[in-house]
Nanobody, 115 residues
Framework: QVQLVESGGNLVQAGGSLGLSCVASGDTFSINAMDWHRQAPGKQRELVATITSAGSTSYADPVKGRFTISRNNAKTRLYLQMSSLNGDDTGVYYC?????????WGQGTQVTVSS
């Protein structure tokens, strides 16, 4: 089994930057892709960025060019570097690890962008 713990969420001014981290433990050798998702108040959870087992990255249009997803080769650390933040980036950010076709979720970390 895999366990995930996010950290790094904070209050940040519009236009600022923030980095999030996710620590994976347990049977991390079983992890395939890893994702970042977010959920704004009153909205559904949405995919933000993904990194495949081979290391390819993809981003949702609203964050393309502003966010960068990365991980270590052992898939025990997942990162999201966020820049040029705006109010639409506010929400709870979750990391996810895909194991045998199923997503394992962290507990989430709050990101609040103030104007």
């Amino acid at each position: 089994q895999v366990q995930l713990v996010e950290s790094g969420g904070n209050l940040v001014q519009a236009g600022g930057s923030l980095g999030l981290s996710c620590v994976a433990s347990g049977d991390t050798f079983s992890i395939n892709a890893m994702d970042w998702h977010r959920q704004a108040p009153g909205k559904q959870r949405e995919l933000v960025a993904t990194i495949t087992s081979a290391g390819s990255t993809s981003y949702a249009d609203p964050v393309k060019g502003r966010f960068t997803i990365s991980r270590n080769n052992a898939k025990t650390r997942l990162y999201l570097q966020m820049s040029s933040l705006n109010g639409d980036d506010t929400g709870v950010y979750y990391c996810a690890a895909w194991v045998a076709g199923r997503a394992i979720w962290g507990q989430g970390t709050q990101v609040t962008v103030s104007s």
